[in-house]
C-alpha cells in the first residue's frame, strides 16, 4: 500500500486550486480540494475524474506558460526563468497523471468501486456540461455565481457529486423506478421555486429577469409567435439526441405533477381510447398551438394577449392531471393532451435508444400494470415493442420478473445499454438542475 505515490496528485491539484485563486476563483479550489480529499479517502470514482482533472491541467498549464512567455518577450523581458518555472507545473502535473494511471494504487482505490466507471462518466459529463453552459453565456447562469461570484465550480462541483449519487442508486431496474420519480419531482420543485422566487421579486432567480411562461407546448409555439428565441427548442432536440422521448419522463418541469396526480390514482391499466388519443389528440393540440401562434403574428396581436392564451392552455393541461390522470392512474396530460410529448415521442426516434420485449415473453402482465404511459398492451407484447407514446421511463424493466424487457441500443449488450442510458439522463437531469430556469 504505498500511499505516498499520492503526495505528487494531492500537491498538483491543490496547484492547480491555486492558480485559479489567483483569479478570484475560490469555487476551483475548494472542489479541487474536495476532490484531493475524496482520493485520499480511497474513492475509486474519484480517481478517473482526477485523471480528467490532470488533463486539463496540464492543457491550462501549458497555455498560461506559452501566454506568459510571449507576453514577456514582447516587452523584453526575461523569460527563461519564468519558463523553466511553468515547465515544471507541466512536469509535475503529468507525473500526477502517470502514477494514477499506473497500477501501483490499484489496491488504494478500494472503496466504492462498484459502478465506479459510470459514476465518474455521470460526474464529468455533468461537470464538463455545466462548465461549457458558463463559460458561453455572457451572464452568470449558475445561482452560486450570482449571489457569491467566484464560487460557480463548486456548485459545478457538488451537482457531478451528487449525479454520480443518484446515479448509483439507479443502476439496478428496481433502484431506476423508485429514485427516477423522486429526483424527476425535486427538479420540478426546485424549478418552480426559482420561479416563485423569481416573481415575489428575487430577480437573480430568474435565467434573464425576463419572465416567460412554463408551459412545454411554448417551447415550440413561442418561436413561432415571436420569429426567433429558439434556445428552449435547440435544448429539447439536443435532449430528443442524447435520450430520446425521455425528456417526458426524466426532464419536463411540468410532466414531473402529472406523473405525481397518476401515482395517486389507481393502478394503470391499457386504454385503447388513450392509445388512440396519443396521436390524434396530442396531433390536434399541436396543430392548436402551432396555428394560433401563427395567426397571433400575422394579426400583430400583443404580446399580452399570447401571454393569456398559453396560460389558459396551461390550466386546461393541469386540469387534464388534477381530474382524468388522477382518477384512470395514467399519465393522460403527457399522452394525450401535451403537443410536446407528441413531437419528442416522434423525433426521439432519431435516438438510436429503444426498450424491447423479448420473444421469451411469459405474458404474465405484471409490466401493464405500471406503464403509465399507456405504452404497453397485449399487442405490444406479442410484436416486442412498447407503442408510440413509450418514454423509456423503464418502469416495465423492474417490473419483469423473468427479465425479458430491456434497453437496446446498437452495438451494445442489454446492461451495458441501460448502464449508459442511465449515465445520460442523470447527467442530463443534473446539468437540466443547475441551469434551467425561465
Request: glycine content about 12%.
Amino acid at each position: 500500500m504505498k500511499s505516498y505515490r499520492l503526495i505528487p496528485p494531492v500537491a498538483t491539484l491543490f496547484l492547480l486550486g491555486a492558480h485559479g485563486l489567483r483569479q478570484g476563483d475560490f469555487g476551483l479550489l475548494a472542489s479541487l480540494a474536495v476532490l484531493a480529499g475524496l482520493l485520499l479517502a480511497r474513492r475509486a470514482w474519484a480517481r478517473p475524474v482526477a485523471v480528467a482533472a490532470f488533463l486539463w491541467g496540464g492543457i491550462i498549464w501549458t497555455q498560461t506558460a506559452v501566454d506568459l512567455v510571449r507576453f514577456r518577450m514582447a516587452l523584453d523581458l526575461p523569460w527563461e526563468r519564468l519558463a523553466w518555472i511553468m515547465g515544471g507545473g507541466i512536469l509535475l502535473d503529468g507525473l500526477a497523471l502517470v502514477l494514477l494511471l499506473g497500477r501501483g494504487l490499484d489496491d488504494w482505490f478500494d472503496r466504492e468501486r462498484t459502478w465506479a466507471r459510470p459514476r465518474a462518466a455521470m460526474f464529468l459529463l455533468t461537470v464538463i456540461g455545466l462548465a461549457v453552459a458558463r463559460s458561453k453565456v455572457d451572464f452568470p447562469i449558475l445561482l452560486a455565481d450570482r449571489y457569491l461570484p467566484g464560487w460557480g465550480w463548486l456548485e459545478i462541483f457538488l451537482l457531478g457529486c451528487y449525479a454520480q449519487w443518484i446515479g448509483v442508486r439507479m443502476r439496478t431496474p428496481k433502484g431506476h423506478r423508485t429514485v427516477r420519480p423522486r429526483i424527476w419531482a425535486l427538479f420540478s420543485a426546485v424549478f418552480f421555486l426559482q420561479l416563485g422566487l423569481g416573481i415575489l421579486g428575487m430577480d437573480r432567480m430568474l435565467m434573464t429577469g425576463t419572465l416567460h411562461l412554463p408551459v412545454p407546448a411554448l417551447i415550440v409555439a413561442g418561436p413561432v409567435f415571436r420569429g426567433g428565441g429558439y434556445f428552449m427548442l435547440v435544448l429539447f432536440g439536443a435532449t430528443l439526441l442524447l435520450v430520446g422521448p425521455a425528456w417526458c419522463s426524466h426532464l419536463c418541469y411540468v410532466g414531473a405533477w402529472d406523473d405525481v396526480l397518476s401515482r395517486s390514482g389507481g393502478r394503470p391499466a391499457p386504454s385503447n381510447t388513450l392509445r388512440a388519443l396519443s396521436l390524434w389528440g396530442r396531433g390536434a393540440t399541436l396543430l392548436l398551438v402551432v396555428g394560433v401562434a401563427w395567426v397571433l403574428r400575422v394579426a400583430g396581436m400583443p404580446g399580452v394577449s399570447a401571454v393569456f392564451l398559453g396560460a389558459a392552455f396551461g390550466l386546461a393541461g393541469v386540469g387534464v392531471m388534477v381530474f382524468i390522470s388522477r382518477r384512470l392512474g395514467k399519465m393522460v396530460h403527457c399522452t394525450a393532451f401535451c403537443p410536446m410529448g407528441l413531437i419528442g415521442n416522434f423525433f426521439g426516434r432519431i435516438a438510436p435508444w429503444r426498450v424491447r420485449i423479448d420473444t421469451d415473453c411469459t405474458r404474465c402482465g405484471a409490466c401493464l400494470t405500471v406503464c403509465r404511459y399507456n405504452a404497453l398492451d397485449g399487442d405490444s407484447l406479442a410484436q416486442g415493442r412498447p407503442a408510440l407514446s413509450c418514454t423509456l421511463c423503464g418502469d416495465c424493466v423492474s417490473a419483469c420478473a423473468h427479465g425479458h424487457i430491456g434497453y437496446v441500443f446498437p452495438g451494445l449488450s442489454g446492461e451495458a445499454a441501460r448502464t449508459a442510458f442511465i449515465v445520460l439522463a442523470v447527467s442530463l437531469h443534473a446539468l437540466f438542475l443547475g441551469v434551467a430556469r425561465m
